[in-house]
């Protein structure tokens, strides 16, 4: 079946720093989507990508539709405390479900 | 703008036991589906009810079934449950979700087998 593998699976912070993830998929997919949880939380979406090549970004964070449909990243630059969370990458399948990665978890540098 | 909520939060039940969870959908919203997110992985896609039919169903046994109501509230329930069924159970609703993607996720049910 369509898996999504995201890298890495994760990493450490400091304030200040800009991060990124990225996620490849054996299958192409027409909509990209990433979501972040919390402890304790359900996935709440960042951005979606609708169209191959996009390049998106809310606030600090920027994402991107690969060109091949087989791959998005996503970028958070200088991170702040609360960005700390799981970040998922999903990928819309053709029956109108989202097909998620395992998740990149980010948490702050002792 | 109410969200979506799903009750209970937690709960615990033996093995062979049966388990029914609940999902309002956030106000407006026709569309629910469900999810199950086992501990370090991401969310793996039950199925999705619209107009209280169900359209959509992932890779799960028939055990595992739902309802969905006029009020677009929904229902899970899980027969003869089993050590695996262990995991965090996910209600998202949506307007025009097979189409963007765009979930609206509530805190979700953490089952418990034993």
């Not at chain 1, 819309?92 to 702050?108: A, D, H, R, W």
Request: net charge negative; aromatic share 12%.
């Amino acid at each position: 079946g369509q898996q999504l593998n995201q890298s890495p699976q994760s990493m450490f912070i400091q304030e200040g720093e800009d991060v990124s993830m990225n996620c490849t998929s054996s299958s192409i997919f027409n909509t990209w989507l990433w979501y972040k949880q919390d402890p304790g939380e359900g996935p709440v979406l960042l951005i979606a990508l609708y169209k191959a090549g996009e390049l998106t970004s809310n606030g600090r964070l920027t994402a991107q539709f690969g060109i091949t449909r087989k791959d998005s990243f996503l970028n958070i630059s200088a991170s702040i405390p609360s960005d700390v969370g799981i970040y998922f990458c999903a990928g819309l399948s053709s029956q109108g479900n989202l097909i998620f990665g395992k998740g990149t978890k980010l948490s702050v540098k002792p | 703008e109410t969200g979506v909520t799903q009750s209970p939060t937690h709960l615990i039940k033996t093995r062979g036991q049966q388990v029914t969870l609940r999902c309002s959908s956030q106000s407006g919203h026709n569309t629910v589906s469900w999810y199950q997110q086992a501990l370090g992985q991401g969310p793996q896609f039950i199925f999705q009810y619209y107009r209280e039919e169900e359209n959509g169903r992932g890779n799960f046994p028939p055990r595992f079934s739902g309802l969905q109501f006029p009020n677009y509230s929904s229902e899970l329930n899980v027969n003869a449950l089993e050590l695996d069924d262990s995991a965090l159970y996910l209600c998202a609703s949506s307007l025009f979700g097979t189409y963007t993607g765009e979930l609206f996720f509530g805190e979700g049910s953490r089952l418990t087998v034993l």
